[in-house]
């Protein structure tokens, strides 16, 4: 079968490779009808989460249909459609049955200890085969597929997968409420279904901070009140439009890429601040020969846990789901502290945090295809991952045919 297989930082090719089979009896091997380019595929690209095993096949957003499955999955059968949960859970431990699916204590092979286990990612963390492909095996299939209604289209299904679910969880980590004002940090595809679950968890205005300007309109699209940070003081512009007193929740779906503002007045005060940061980048990007014009990380990886801290409300709450790597330890604790806010993150639970949202989707209440803006076959994956890593103006969501 077809793949997109890790074979170095900055080294990924469509290979052929052959197809998965049945491990174990809770295995089910799933036929991919559509997956997608996620920004978590970049950093295992680019280095930013380091430690991937080079023949690794990326990717972790798929739908499908149920090919096989092992003797032990006892719910699903050979031509189920299906949503495939970016994080594996086993649904039986006590993490799972508390609804940390996240943090199962049996789906990642490292041990207990070892933390998410997902598809397509580095060694920590299974390794397990990714979505990017004609067929995956899908460990734990019982609990980490979930069914997809007929009235779910496999676009909008896809979404469903990681994306939703995360900005959904995103919120929820944020605490939003009736009335909230809430600051949503990075208005990429994340973003955008961010500023979207705040509404409709009741947030009364919603900040989009972004520098790109594609992006920022398709948070205006939504209502949200953009602030471009290559044009004003992100942190400043919160402040003045909340009297001073800053927003109720910050949601960051940026993560450890931060691009530094290319101009303006945020740019000057974030050359003065930040000279240790700089190092703390050096630490999670190994040496690497790629050419610096392709995949270009983040310079300022803390740079919005420090905008998120400055910007929110004294006693206000602050939800992370952008990805930081395992090996940053910056994090502005003295502010936060001295706010007495409430920090929460975390990677999201997919199988728990997902199921309300097909509802929601099959109901024709809410459709996140709006913001797909790229559909791609296989052939064209690569030079889809480089449009995206440059962060080129339009490329918001990238969905992929694994066959075409
Ligand atoms: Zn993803
Ligand atoms: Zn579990």
Known sequence: MKAIVWHGVGDIRLD?????TIQEPTDAIVRITTSAICGTDLHMIRGTMAGMKPGTVLGHEAVGVVEEVGDAV??????DRVIVCSTISCG????????NTAQCDVANPNGPAAGTSFFGGPETTGPVNGLQAQYARVPWAQHTLIPVPEAVSDEQAILLSDIFPTAWFGAELAAVKRGDTVAVFGAGIVGQLAIASAFRQGAGRVFAVDGIETRLAQALDQNAEIIDFNAEAPVDAILELTRGAGVDAVIDAVGVDAQRPKSGPAAEQTQEQEPEF????QEVAPETNVQEDQWVPGDAPTLVSQWAVESVAKAGRIGIIGVYSPQLTHYPIGAAMNKNLTVRMGNCNHRAVTPPLIDLVAAGLFDPTRFITQEVGATDALEAYRSFDRREEGWLKTVLDPSA
């Open 278 to 281: 700089q190092e703390a980048q």
């Open 74 to 79: 006892r719910g699903f059968s050979p031509g």
């Open 92 to 99: 039986v431990c006590p993490q799972c049955r508390a609804g």
């Open 16 to 20: 052929d490779v052959p197809d998965p």
